[in-house]
């Protein structure tokens, strides 16, 4: 789970997490979650063993119902 700490009571989308997002460690967090992501990435698409337990666990999550499939999304 990636956040990025505020004051008390801060939320998103407040002065408080603007102060908050502008710190030096907010923003190596938020390269080292940017960097996992994009290896992670790199991951599913040069490893076909690591795609397919991907795809089994994205199938079996839409099975039980814990996404929408797109295609059930209204536009």
Known sequence: MYS???RPDGGNHTVDFTYSA???PAHEDG???TKA???T???VLTDDAFFAE???AF???EEIGNRPHAR???Q
């Open 54 to 56: 991907v795809k089994a």
């Open 37 to 39: 992501l994009a290896l």
């Open 59 to 61: 199938e079996a999550d």
């Open 4 to 6: 990025i700490p505020t």
């Open 72 to 74: 059930d999304v209204e």
């Open 22 to 24: 502008q710190t030096k």
């Open 31 to 33: 390269m080292n979650v």
């Open 41 to 43: 990435g790199l991951r």
